[in-house]
Antibody, heavy 121, light 108 residues
Framework: QVRLVESGGGVVQPGESLRLSCATS????????MHWVRQAPGKGLEWVAV????????VYADSVRGRFTISRDISKSTLYLQMDSLRVDDTAMYFC??????????????WGQGTMVTVSS | SYVLTQPPSVSVAPGQTARISCDGD??????VHWYQQKAGQAPVVVVY???VRPSGIPERLSGSTSGNTATLTISRVEVGDEADYFC???????????FGGGTKLTVL
């Protein structure tokens, strides 16, 4: 069974750091680009970052570039998001997602259930 | 940066047809994907590459594009179709993935 399971969310203060994980199973992790997408409470979806299937390419949304780092451990089939210098407006549910096929125009076909990050003083 | 614009809400009676629009510059030339998100759940892709339905998605849901507008059409709407719907494309010039603001479908 194909699964994505996020963890690592919590409540932190502005300026602090947090590391999210996304454990995957049921598919060949090294064959797919992986994404992080977030959703602030009551708001829409916002794409955060993508990492290529082999980890060689990473692209970030303007809102997080320079503060967040996406990475992957192929040996553990796990995706990560290191979030530094967190701000109140980073408060959101964070989803990891997998593309359907190996092209940037592909849809995000598989999603985890999300992990909540709250940044508050 | 590329922008996709959706109406915040659409309301229809059961059995009627709902049409949710997604406006973007020349969006008809791109691969548009549609996601359904029910309360408290993760998004699910219901139409991809403009018109393709994944297995398990009812034929009542269909997608189309023309010029600057992509449309998700839900025929014979059911109470279970109540959800937020998001369109999405990949913007090649910026290499960013872009979502529309989302449309809340209410079944009256």
């Amino acid at each position: 069974q194909v699964r994505l399971v996020e963890s690592g969310g919590g409540v932190v203060q502005p300026g602090e750091s947090l590391r999210l994980s996304c454990a995957t199973s049921g598919f060949s992790f090294s064959d797919h680009d992986m994404h992080w997408v977030r959703q602030a409470p009551g708001k829409g979806l916002e794409w955060v970052a993508v990492i290529s299937y082999d980890g060689s390419d990473k692209v970030y949304a303007d809102s997080v570039r320079g503060r967040f780092t996406i990475s992957r451990d192929i040996s553990k089939s796990t995706l990560y998001l290191q979030m530094d210098s967190l701000r109140v407006d980073d408060t959101a549910m964070y989803f990891c997602a997998r593309d359907l096929y190996g092209d940037h125009s592909a849809p995000l076909a598989l999603w985890g259930q999300g992990t909540m990050v709250t940044v508050s003083s | 940066s590329y922008v996709l614009t959706q109406p915040p809400s659409v309301s229809v009676a059961p059995g009627q047809t709902a049409r949710i629009s997604c406006d973007g510059d020349n969006v008809g030339t791109q691969s548009v994907h549609w996601y359904q998100q029910k309360a408290g759940q993760a998004p699910v892709v219901v139409v991809y590459d403009d018109t393709v339905r994944p297995s398990g998605i009812p034929e009542r849901l269909s997608g189309s594009t023309s010029g600057n507008t992509a449309t998700l059409t839900i025929s014979r709407v059911e109470v279970g179709d109540e959800a937020d719907y998001f369109c999405q494309v990949w913007d090649a010039p910026s290499d960013h993935w872009v979502f529309g603001g989302g449309t809340k479908l209410t079944v009256l």
